[in-house]
């Protein structure tokens, strides 16, 4: 072992203040959404009646919650500012009796450096308000003002002395997403506390105050934008252990998003995929594939057995029976749901799985009844997160000559010879340079590893299997095509060239129809709404009235068309994660979305005519997320099958 070196002494130092609190706030506040959900739930700590929140620019230039709850006196004023400084724990055992919302004082230190925060604040009884102002986590000035009761909090230039951070920030639509969730959970949670939501001078929400037993369910009407009356099944149930209370809408108002989820913990909203999983079981076939259910539950827990601080923003939620708790839930929304007179005699976990959905436990056993729900209960393990190892695929470089539709999504396919005459179908960009088989690859071209395909084959036919892949020899093997993938590619590549172009083939509709979108779904629309146009769609977005659609593109079947934006725009929203460009996200949302669905029939010059398409593509061997559309297996190999050494 060797001697210390005395010279090497001062190495390990203490953090100073102001590089400590960036350090937090990086924690805390990964978003203007964050330090939102922050300024709220100290909003509704003080026991505010009405809490008001102003926007601006998505919360990059201004983030403003005011209260008129207890205030603070200005020594508190001052001190709510310092690292770790909370009104709610004093000592080590108050951490297992916790019903607040906030209490580790991290979020005031944190927000204030990395902006430039002023926070006026006034108690019941005293003369005169106090006015702080904070620059970068820097003390700048206490004085007197006047205000009324309560408290404001101004947050200006988030990230402005993190040029890093602000520079990762999403485009506007995707961060005000962000913000409208997080004022949607507080507000749901707290039917009886006034809120109003405010963004770049435009009144986004503004929610009365509502009690009485049916305040929840008022509340959460609000915020789904109207039409649940008479479609929410009520929810309740109380053991020694827990409880859960609160609301699911019937089916038939199921979405394709999961945007209308809301699960709370001790009044807290948290996210458990685990816990959505035992809801989705619950329902059982009753719930359409591919759909989320609405709902809002509320589980209460002794804070004993709950841990809500695994995650530095407390969106995530352990508790010390995570077996138990699936089991509970489940069986109690199974149960109202029977009681209501939606439930179903067999068992729910027969229905298909969505690809979207997390794989159901094999450990599963059938919930007790609910008078067992007093004793220990099994459950399933928790459901694992996906990941998602999606790869960016090339930007187009042609575009394919036939135009395949699909039975699902844009358009029905029409009925095709069985031969390999063809007629083609006009392109959707007419390009007189581009043939039936790109020239560019020969009559006899190779797609790589030895897999040859002859083109000039006119009568090559292709056998469906389990209506999901097509199969034909090739002169190495056989060739495997996954039909979905393949037609994903050619979707997406050709809704790139017609943006890329502009030159769109839209149809009139004969009674232009209205679409009433959510805020946050607004903003979504306003992002890329040129590009929507240049795919076709034909329509208006006035402020504060709904979206007027006039047209749709060509390939739309006509009676999907309310249908056809809705399920764009989800798509487009689970695709924000994956960093790609506004107008590839809105291509591989138009491919997911028509692409034909695993068990569509195709005929024979269907299918050749998909595959003919398909190589046509610039990237024929990837669909849009990177996984593969075909595979060979060679001769060899399938010898090797049948006679092995």
């Not at 203040?17 to 203007?32: C, F, H, M, N």
């Not at 620019?57 to 207890?70: F, P, R």
């Not at 699936?326 to 109202?336: D, E, G, L, P, T």
Request: glycine share 8%; hydrophobic share 40%; aromatic share 6%.
């Amino acid at each position: 072992m060797r001697t210390p070196d005395a010279s090497t002494d001062g190495l390990i130092q203490a953090l100073p203040d102001t590089l400590a609190s960036k350090i937090a706030a990086g924690e805390v506040v990964q978003r203007p959404a964050n330090a939102l959900k922050e300024l709220i739930e100290n909003a509704l700590d003080a026991g505010g009646s009405s809490v008001e929140v102003v926007l601006k620019k998505a919360g990059s230039e201004l983030i403003q919650v005011t209260d008129d709850g207890c205030g603070m006196g200005p020594g508190d004023a001052v001190a709510s500012f310092g690292r770790h400084a909370t009104s709610k724990l004093r000592r080590f055992e108050d951490l297992e009796h916790l019903r607040t919302l906030g209490f580790r004082g991290e979020a005031l230190a944190s927000i204030a450096s990395v902006a430039q925060v002023e926070l006026t604040t006034r108690r019941q009884g005293d003369e005169e308000a106090v006015r702080v102002r904070v620059n970068g986590g820097d003390l700048e000035d206490v004085a007197p003002a006047a205000a009324p009761n309560g408290t404001c909090i101004a947050v200006r230039n988030l990230f402005f002395n993190v040029p890093a951070r602000r520079a990762f920030l999403k485009s506007p639509a995707t961060e005000f997403k962000h913000l409208v969730e997080a004022f949607q959970a507080l507000a749901l949670s707290h039917p009886t506390v006034g809120f109003t939501l405010v963004h770049d001078d435009t009144e986004v929400w503004r929610l009365p105050a509502t009690d009485g037993p049916d305040a929840l369910a008022v509340r959460l009407d609000a915020l789904a934008g109207g039409g649940l009356e008479g479609k929410l099944v009520p929810v309740e149930e109380a053991t020694s252990y827990l409880s859960m209370h609160g609301l699911v809408a019937s089916p038939e108002r199921s979405r394709r998003s999961r945007g209308e989820q809301y699960l709370f913990v001790n009044g807290r909203f948290v996210k458990s995929r685990a816990l959505d999983h035992a809801v989705v079981s619950a329902f059982g076939a009753l719930l359409p594939e591919r759909q989320h259910a609405l709902y809002a539950l509320f589980l209460d827990v002794d804070p004993r057995h709950v841990d809500v601080n695994v995650h530095p923003t407390k969106t995530e939620v352990k508790f010390d029976d995570d077996r138990g708790v699936y089991s509970f839930v489940k069986a109690v929304v199974k149960r109202c749901l029977a009681e209501s007179g939606l439930g179903l005699s067999f068992d729910p976990l027969a229905r298909p799985v969505g690809p979207s959905d997390p794989p159901p436990s094999p450990s599963f056993e059938p919930p007790p009844a609910s008078s067992d729900l007093e004793g220990p209960i099994p459950s399933a393990a928790t459901v694992p997160a996906r990941g998602d190892g999606s790869s960016r695929p090339a930007m187009p470089a042609s575009v394919p000559t036939f135009r395949l539709e699909a039975g699902s999504g844009l358009g029905a396919m029409p009925p095709l010879p069985d031969r390999g005459d063809l007629e083609p179908v006009p392109p959707t960009i007419p390009d007189p340079t581009v043939g039936p088989i790109p020239a560019r690859l020969g009559p006899a071209f190779d797609v790589g590893d030895d897999l040859e395909l002859d083109a000039s084959d006119a009568d090559r036919t292709f056998w469906q299997l389990h209506g999901r892949y097509l199969l034909s020899p090739v002169r190495s093997g056989l060739l495997v095509v996954d039909q979905r993938a393949a037609h994903e590619r050619i979707l997406y590549e050709r809704a790139l060239a017609t943006m890329a172009s502009g030159m769109s083939i839209s149809q009139q509709l004969l009674f232009p129809f209205t679409v009433d979108l959510s805020p946050t779904d607004r903003a979504l629309l306003s992002e890329i709404l040129g590009d929507l146009q240049a795919l076709g769609f034909q329509m208006e977005a006035p402020d504060g009235q709904p979206v007027l659609v006039r047209g749709v593109p060509a390939d739309v079947t006509l009676g999907d068309e309310r249908a056809v934006l809705d399920d764009l725009l989800a798509q487009f929203r689970r695709n924000h994660g994956l960093r790609l460009s506004a107008r590839e996200n809105l291509a591989r949302s138009m491919a997911a979305r028509s692409a034909i669905r695993p068990g569509h029939p195709l005929g024979p010059a269907e299918a050749k005519l998909l595959v003919d398409q398909l190589f046509g593509c610039d990237d024929p061997f990837s669909d849009p997320a990177g996984r593969p559309t075909m595979t060979r297996w060679s001769t060899d190999e399938i010898d090797r099958r049948f006679r092995p050494r």
